[in-house]
């Protein structure tokens, strides 16, 4: 591959930007700009990597690192990096967000790692479209952008001119994701192996936990669930749960999916997996003694349901995730 004029990506300031997520990625672009120099398929850095942020209150957004500024041009993407304080407030966001529509309007990419797709929603662009961001911050995003299919399984959602990453080390991924865009497939593996990180391609299902929604309000619902965490991995039935609830089982069922967004199966068998991935971590248990431990008789169905939530069979979140 080729490369003409250098490629902007921007990585944006915002107030409490994790500043370790900003430096990785200029040093991780850094590396991709050796390793197509090396290549011998560019002749000069193919990227070029600017930090942009608010010139004062109520100030224009302005470059205040820049590795290659004789060249006024907008920037190919803009990044909004993590957060380690809460999620940004829609007054805070608004001056960024307009800036970010307006570079965006004219064919720019627009990019954001875990609660930097607070700010990426406030700009009005993810309407309708799927994203995601930390599993930890799921309730929070669904309540403030509830026009917005998120997706918290999934490590990095592209959709082309919009590009979201979920937790706060996945700008690893990210970064890589970018480079692979504009640089090609083999300079993003030699990038990756020069860093000593893996290439995309991890889901965040891997290393999220089931959270369980109890502050919906239904308190019927409520002591349902506060027995089924009691029984641990023990089955209970329909008309039990409806029984212990004090409500007909039609609407107990109707009830408790709005409330925790899962049917009773799909509940009871977050339950037993949250615990499997505990005793897959820390026992020496075989797959088929932490089926039986979590309450299934039939392996097989064990890890079709392991696979199905977590996204990788038992025997490689154990080559993964043993302590």
Same mark, same amino acid.
């Given at each position: ?8 990506? =921007? ?84 001056? !960024? ?27 009005? /662009? ?51 994701? /970018?480079?692979?865009? !504009? ?30 929604? /109890? ?46 967004? /899962?049917?009773?199966?799909? !509940? ?26 979590? =309450? ?14 977590? =996204?990788?069979?038992?025997?490689? !979140? ?6």
């Amino acid at each position: 591959m080729a490369f003409g004029d250098p490629i902007e990506l =921007g990585l944006v300031l915002y107030p409490d930007a994790q500043m370790a997520a900003v430096l990785g990625l200029t040093d991780l672009f850094a590396v991709a700009n050796r390793t197509a120099l090396r290549r011998g398929e560019a002749e000069i850095a193919p990227l070029r990597i600017s930090h942009w942020c608010q010139a004062g209150p109520g100030g224009a957004m302005t470059r205040v690192f820049d590795t290659g500024p004789e060249r006024a041009v907008e920037p190919a993407a803009l990044i909004l990096p993590p957060s380690l304080a809460d999620p940004i407030e829609p007054e805070q966001a608004a001056p !960024y967000a307009a800036w970010l529509r307006s570079s965006h309007a004219p064919g720019g990419t627009l990019v954001s790692v875990c609660a930097g797709a607070f700010l990426l929603g406030e700009t009005g /662009l993810l309407a309708g479209r799927t994203a995601t961001t930390h599993w930890g911050l799921s309730e929070r995003f669904a309540s403030r952008f509830p026009d917005v299919r998120l997706d918290i399984d999934r490590l990095i959602v592209d959709e082309g001119d919009i590009v979201t990453a979920g937790g706060l080390m996945a700008w690893t991924d990210l970064g890589l994701k /970018l480079v692979d865009r !504009y640089l090609g497939s083999e300079v993003m593996l030699e990038t990756a192996r020069v860093l000593l990180v893996d290439p995309p391609g991890r889901e965040q299902r891997y290393y999220s936990t089931f959270v369980p929604r /109890l502050d919906h309000g239904d308190k019927a619902v409520l002591q349902a669930q506060h027995w089924l965490h009691a029984l641990g991995t023990e089955d209970a039935s329909l008309e039990s749960l409806a029984s212990r609830a004090c409500l007909e089982e039609r609407t107990f069922l109707r009830r408790f999916r709005k409330a925790t967004g /899962l049917t009773t199966t799909e !509940y009871q068998q977050q339950l037993k997996v949250n615990k499997a991935r505990e005793l897959l971590q820390f026992s020496a248990l075989s797959a088929d003694q932490v089926a039986w431990e979590v =309450g299934y008789g039939d392996p097989g169905a064990f890890r079709k349901v392991f696979v199905r939530i977590v =996204g990788l069979s038992p025997a490689e !979140y154990r080559r993964r995730f043993h302590a």
